[in-house]
């Protein structure tokens, strides 16, 4: 079973909808996670970390942490066009080893 | 841009070549953690330098080794190169540990 798992889309979202992305773990003991957006060619960038359950908001962002379900989500509102990208789910485990999902491949039509 | 960066951009080596790819971290970040990306797929970690130490490992052989250098820059060395080895190499930097990394541009490497 992997680690980190994501729905590899591709998800279509229009112009000013809310985007849901999904991402579930395996390892209860997995502290931190972290929302990466690439882009064809590109390396990836930090969008978000959460480390506590609940929701955190930063812009058009959301991310949202259960720890009990063992579930991370980011929301991205009023989706735009460059936010076509492939948004890649990351969770720590215990001994520093960072694991990363396939990747969630978002279309924003306009 | 992050300030992370690496060199080279792309490299062609044949099997059972060695390489040596390079990063220079952000600045005031002493942690450099490297990733092996294949087409369609999410990073795997390979190894991270904690003050010119190793501080975690991922399922990855002896032949990938590492060094971290007292300005916190880093390299990442591959032995006996095979065909798989072709990737996208990303470096990410980060103040302390795991906490949010910030990733290099990468570098493509290419064996035939």
């Known amino acids: 079973q992997k680690e980190v798992e994501q729905n590899s889309g591709p998800l279509s979202v229009p112009e000013g909808a809310i985007a849901s992305l999904n991402c579930t773990y395996s390892?209860?003991?997995?502290?931190?996670f972290f929302w990466y957006r690439q882009y064809s060619g590109k390396s990836p960038e930090l969008i978000m970390f959460?480390?506590?359950?609940g929701d955190k908001e930063d812009g058009r962002f959301t991310a949202q942490l259960n720890k009990a379900s063992q579930y991370v989500s980011l929301l991205i509102r009023d989706s735009q066009p460059s936010d076509s990208a492939t948004y890649l789910c990351?969770?720590?485990?215990?001994?520093?080893?960072?694991?990363f999902g396939a990747g969630t491949r978002l279309t924003v039509k306009p | 841009e992050t300030g992370v960066t690496q060199s080279p951009t792309h490299l062609i080596k044949t099997r059972g070549q060695q390489v040596t790819l390079r990063c220079s971290s952000q600045?005031?970040?002493?942690?450099v953690s490297w990733y092996q990306q294949a087409l369609g797929q999410g990073p795997q970690f390979i190894f991270q330098?904690?003050?010119?130490?190793?501080?975690g490992r991922g399922n990855f052989p002896p032949r990938f080794s590492g060094l971290q250098f007292p300005n916190y820059s880093s390299e990442l060395n591959v032995n006996a190169l095979e065909l798989d080895d072709s990737a996208l190499y990303l470096c990410?930097?980060?103040?302390?540990?795991?906490?949010?990394?910030?990733f290099g541009p990468g570098t493509r490497l290419t064996v035939t």
């Open positions: 990410a930097s980060s103040p302390w540990e795991m906490d949010e990394q910030y």
């Open positions: 390892d209860r003991g997995s502290q931190s």
């Open positions: 959460i480390y506590s359950n």
């Open positions: 990351a969770g720590e485990l215990n001994n520093n080893d960072m694991r």
């Open positions: 600045s005031g970040h002493n942690t």
């Open positions: 330098y904690y003050r010119e130490e190793e501080n």
